[in-house]
């Protein structure tokens, strides 16, 4: 009979432990997911149209200069904009690829992308008037000859 007493009182307990014991375990993991997400979800990286410039001289056309681009923001900024900065970090490639007098295109492994990457960044923050590009990243920096492209 006590035995049985003892089953009794020591069932629910066991029960009422594990709950207790469960939901404490869930709320940390969650607490510590939440935690790793605000510490990696805050950034967006973003893909740009690729920027095509021809390249000119003396008065000819001899190639282009292909650049993909790729930016990081802030999520919830990016969010907040009314224009998205796309559009105006393909306009900034275009404006210094095109008037860069010292882009070689026999010699582009040369290139300057930090200084590229540098300029683009603070000049799309400069025209959106506040921190929305952190880094501008190149994924890819070609250059097609005109005969390159009339061929293909």
Same mark, same amino acid.
């Given at each position: ?12 307990? +066991? ?19 939440? +935690? ?12 740009v149209q690729p920027v095509n410039v021809p390249i000119l ?9 292909? +650049? ?85």
């Amino acid at each position: 009979m006590i035995k049985w007493i003892f089953v009794g009182i020591w069932m629910p307990l +066991a029960t009422v432990a594990s709950g207790y014991g469960t939901q404490y375990w869930l709320n940390d993991q969650m607490a510590q997911g939440a +935690a790793q997400q605000a510490k990696l979800g805050g950034l967006d990286y973003e893909t740009v149209q690729p920027v095509n410039v021809p390249i000119l001289k003396d008065g000819a056309l001899q190639g282009y200069v292909v +650049a993909n681009l790729v930016f990081t923001a802030d999520a919830d900024v990016l969010r907040s904009l009314s224009v998205p900065p796309h559009p105006f970090l393909v306009d900034e490639a275009f404006r210094l690829l095109y008037a860069d007098k010292a882009l070689d295109f026999k010699h582009l492994e040369r290139y300057d992308l930090d200084g590229l990457t540098k300029h683009l960044r603070q000049a799309v923050n400069a025209r959106l008037g506040e921190d929305v590009v952190r880094e501008v990243l190149v994924e890819e920096f070609n250059y097609f000859t005109k005969d390159d492209v009339v061929t293909h």
